[in-house]
């Protein structure tokens, strides 16, 4: 798309065009503006929106120019402080946009207005009582100002501002935003949330804009806790610092006063006053004060914090943003994920746990340009507006409806999931209308992120966060499902969580040694007792499968699955964990995995099956056990399945293995199989 061309309309362009006129921005008029301006988005789309806010290219033109125009006249660069002031002093009087920050000395209020560079600034009080957050961080807003020799100074601040307009919608109904948004698809909606957020949705991956989403709850749910590690470049702290005029994003260290109010109560801290703190760099932390961590680690607990006599509670959301320097797998192998987390904060395990979601910033691209949008979307500051009403109510019950959450959840995991279902419902679903899929995705991101602060408390090695098999069951049939972590793959391939009827886990040792470790996955489907191979079952492999399924079918009556089996087609894949191609032996896993599948019975979970067999049902035992069960200790088993001919090789076995690994000693297929589904 040449720059100069009009971006193609979709059919999604019109929806929001007809529903939420004037309520909307083409997102690349924002991007062509902003390179010319360092102002943030919500200033920029708070003008395109009142002048560009059209579907008519005749008038987004001449709104641009207007834009433009006000820009050019009314926002001051820093570099051109002076030419502002003497502007402002030769006309008497001249209106801009600016950031106002208003500190008290001794009795009076001074205002600094930054770009224009000027620090004592006069500005009716009035305006300080009606914007608190003028004090604490500043406002960016459309100023009047005048100049007027001032006696009592003898001219040194002759700047007044008479009119001061915040940059931010002035009424928002949020009836009516429910009403419309049931106009659209969940599809639909999530597309223009993406949009409104200035990327574009058809460059990503469902799960990729389900990641975007979350960086909004802070936004939408008060006293939500957002962790974020990841690389350089992928735009962590966008949402904070561009996308809401409520919002303070804190580079650099801070103080408690600053954060939580002043010990007199005197002056408010940044936590009673924003919406959303967020913390850039979070290794920065490391430069303040011990107190700062101690009392942001009660307010992240409870919302409410000590100072002096006082307690005092806020409801900003606490988001911390780092950088990785490591690759992910790295990380995961070789120690946790809050490794880039200031010591003061990583070693704290209390604190760790107090977050509520932990967002793999890694699977966030960088920022490309074809990731960002040239579509409508909201005016930011209209989102933000909707996402601030949106903080005063609750879904946190909404999970009820459907679903209860297993029993590894405690309190404070319980808390944490309830509360990004409800900012997830409130972004997503905000009039509420939500299907049990919906709300199940929902849910799994929920115990997914929360699930990924805790599995980094048990790596730290505290016995009382060993319960991360998270899981929620559907009420209807109590079926019940278990969500994993997606990078935990390098280091527990043995997942310790309950598996599928049909899934086991087995190993073979070559005569060098190597260990091959595999997950088997029987499934059946209607049919006639065929057995079906996927292509990656070939040789040796191929052929003790099919030993073992001929015993299976010769024995099927006295095992008790003739039934079953003549009416089922078995399916088989084996996918190989550690990928060395290693010829393996797999009867006996296969069988009891047919036979799982076939009652369906799950087997035990972190169980190693060992051990081939013969059409007649002989067990062969393995070349060795010590380099299979030190592989299966490395990734997670804690029981082995282990032939009865292997009882002398348990010798060798060292004691460290002995340890964890239970072994279960077997003599036939049919005491394999019952003593690993717990069928005896």
């Known amino acids: 798309m040449s720059s100069g061309a009009t971006p193609t309309r979709d059919a999604l362009d019109d929806k929001v065009n007809r529903l939420f006129a004037g309520k909307v921005v083409r997102k690349d008029l924002v991007r062509k503006v902003k390179v010319g301006a360092n102002v943030p988005v919500f200033v920029l789309e708070f003008l395109l929106g009142k002048y560009c ?66 620090k004592n600034v006069h500005v009716p009080e009035h305006y300080v009582r009606e914007y608190e957050r003028l004090v604490m961080g500043g406002v960016w807003a459309q100023i009047d100002m005048r100049f007027e020799y001032d006696e009592e100074s003898r001219g040194k601040n002759p700047f007044w501002i008479d009119k001061l307009t915040p940059i931010q919608i002035a009424t928002f109904d949020l009836e009516e935003y429910r009403r419309v948004r049931s106009e659209f698809t969940t599809d639909e909606w999530l597309d223009l ?117 006082e307690a005092v509670s806020g409801d900003a959301s606490i988001a911390m943003f780092g950088n990785t320097n490591q690759p992910v797998d790295v990380m995961v192998q070789t120690g946790h994920l809050f490794a880039p987390m200031p010591d003061i904060i990583r070693d704290d395990m209390a604190f760790i746990d107090r977050m509520h979601f932990y967002l793999p910033g890694w699977e966030i691209p960088k920022m490309r340009n074809e990731m960002f949008t040239s579509h409508y979307g909201f005016v930011v500051d209209y989102l933000a507006e909707a996402l601030r009403d949106l903080r005063k109510h609750n879904f946190t019950e909404v999970i009820d409806r459907y679903f209860d959450l297993g ?51 048990k790596k730290m090695g505290s016995f009382e966060y060993y319960h991360t098999s998270f899981s929620y069951t559907l009420q209807e049939n109590g079926e019940e499902k278990f969500v994993g972590v997606p990078e935990q793959g390098g280091r527990d391939l043995i997942s310790t969580d309950p598996l599928a009827p049909g899934t086991v886990y087995s190993a073979g040792v070559t005569s060098d040694g190597t260990v091959g470790l595999y997950r088997v996955e029987v499934s059946v489907s209607s049919g006639t007792g065929k057995l079906k191979l996927a292509g990656g079952v070939a040789g040796a492999m191929k052929e ?34 550690l990928a060395n191609r290693v010829e393996a032996e797999l009867g006996v896993a296969f069988f009891v995995a047919c036979y799982s599948a076939l009652r369906k019975a799950p087997v035990s979970p972190a169980l190693l099956i060992l051990g081939d067999m013969s059409v007649q049902g002989n067990i062969k035992p ?29 010798l060798d076995v060292s004691a460290d293995i002995m340890e964890h690994v239970d072994p279960i000693f077997f003599g036939d297929p049919k005491t394999a199989a019952m003593k690993t589904l717990g069928l005896t």
């Open 193 to 309: 949330i993406m949009r409104s957020m200035g990327y574009e949705p058809g460059e990503m991956s469902r799960r990729l804009k389900m990641l975007f989403l979350v960086r909004l709850i802070p936004l939408a749910e008060r006293n939500y806790n957002l962790v974020e590690l990841g690389p350089r470049g992928t735009g962590k702290s966008y949402v904070v610092q561009e996308v809401s005029p409520y919002s303070a994003l804190l580079t650099g260290g801070t103080t408690v006063a600053n954060l939580f109010g002043h010990m007199n109560g005197r002056q408010k801290g940044m936590v009673q006053i924003w919406d959303v703190v967020g913390f850039d760099e979070v290794a920065d932390l490391q430069k303040m004060p011990k107190e700062v961590i101690t009392t942001m680690k009660t307010y992240c607990e409870s919302g409410t914090f000590q100072r002096g006599q």
């Open 407 to 457: 029993g590894h959840l405690n309190a404070r995991d319980r808390k944490a999931v309830r509360k990004t279902v409800s900012g997830v419902m409130k972004i997503l679903f905000p009039h509420g209308e939500v299907t049990q899929e919906e709300l199940a995705e929902v849910l799994e991101l929920a115990l997914e992120g929360r699930r990924r602060v805790k599995e980094q408390l």
């Open 53 to 118: 806010a059209s579907s008519d290219e005749v008038a987004i033109q001449m709104g641009l120019q207007v834009v433009n125009d006000t820009l050019a006249s009314n926002y001051i660069r820093s570099d051109e402080s002076m030419k502002a002031q003497a502007m402002v002093k030769d006309r008497g009087r001249h209106t801009f946009i600016d950031k106002v920050k208003v500190r008290l000395v001794d009795s009076d209020y001074w205002a600094e207005v930054t770009n224009f560079g000027h």
């Open 622 to 650: 393995l070349r060795s056990l010590t380099e299979p069960l030190q592989v299966a200790k490395d990734n997670g088993a804690k029981r082995a399945l282990i032939p009865i001919e292997n009882k002398r090789n348990f």
């Open 544 to 577: 003790s499968v099919q030993r073992a399924f001929s015993f299976l079918q010769a024995k099927k009556t006295e095992l008790g699955i003739a039934r079953d089996l003549d009416v089922s087609d078995v399916h088989v894949e084996v996918i190989d964990l």
